[in-house]
């Protein structure tokens, strides 16, 4: 961003940058320096570029090894609030052909989104300072969750003349969120630029994953099931709507897990022990029909062997679907 490089001069700098691998793209046509430079792996990702103006360069980019492609739309926005409108509305009009697929908006919008993303200064709030929010709300855009700083630009100055504003931003569309939930922004701290450099991460699909979560009907029966959720739902999570609910569910999964170990796991020998006890509270009862700790043992020992040999029976119905369902699914055969 801001490169301020000459197009005479910019084939020389690239070459200095990154190992000779590595490709470039620019808006250098739409801007007589360049505003926007990128550069890419090539031996790691495609890309491709799209579109561009002044403000803007949006890329197409897939991994070498996956054909599944993800929109990136690189920003940076004019300092002059009427020379930022062609932005909102390319912005508005982008997210109409990205619904479905990931699309990321990232860079120096020069614009905040509230007075709380400004710290010194003028506070006076002119009109056009809503346009901004208005794009990012009409276009279905949520912020990625981020830490580091908050104020990602600093004007320099000392005391009462500080003035430090969150100016860059990191967007993603519902379609982001739904394939990596788990997205998140940093904003480190400034270095020989006013601005701080910004690191996106997103959830590794080939990464090692543990086996998948699948929930028992039979939960639902236990006595302290809506209060172990309700007391999990109920903490707050910061973040926007899509991340809160998925670190929700994500978080729900431990206690949920704890209630299997506790009620449903190792099922089957669970039930042939409660059914032993019974047995034995059966005979003890027979041989002392009258002893009121007998009686109560008995029924306390068949009420909970018909409680398991229930979490038993729902256990195995969820077992077998998904053993249908697995052998439904057609094999890839690949030729050598």
Known sequence: METKVAAANLASIEQLLAPSYWKYCSNIHSSPTCRILVGWNSQKINLTCMHSASQWLTCEVTQVSSPSPIRITFIYGHNNPAARLSLWDYLNQESQSTTGIPWIVLGDFNAILQASDRSGGDTHWPCYQDDFNACITQSELLQVPYSGLKYSWHNGKLGDNTIQKKLDWIFGNPCLFSTWP???????????????????????????????????????????????????WSLPVNGNPMFQLTTKLQRLKIPLRQLHRQHTSS???????????????????????????????????????????????????KKIKSSVAASRRPEHKFLP
Request: charged share 20%.
């Open 267 to 317: 099922i089957t020998s669970r039930v042939a022990q409660a059914k032993a006890a019974w047995i034995a509270a059966q005979f003890t009862l027979d041989e002392n029909p009258t002893l009121p700790d007998a009686r109560a043992a008995e029924r306390h020992l068949a009420s909970k062997y018909m409680q398991l040999s229930k979490d038993e029976e729902s256990f195995l119905k």
């Open 182 to 232: 788990a997205a998140h922004a940093n904003f480190q701290p400034r270095t020989i630029s006013d601005h701080s450099a910004m690191v996106l991460q997103l959830q590794n699909h080939n990464c090692p994953r543990r086996s998948s979560f699948k929930f028992l009907n039979a939960w639902a029966d236990w006595i302290d099931f809506l209060s172990i959720v309700q007391d999990s």
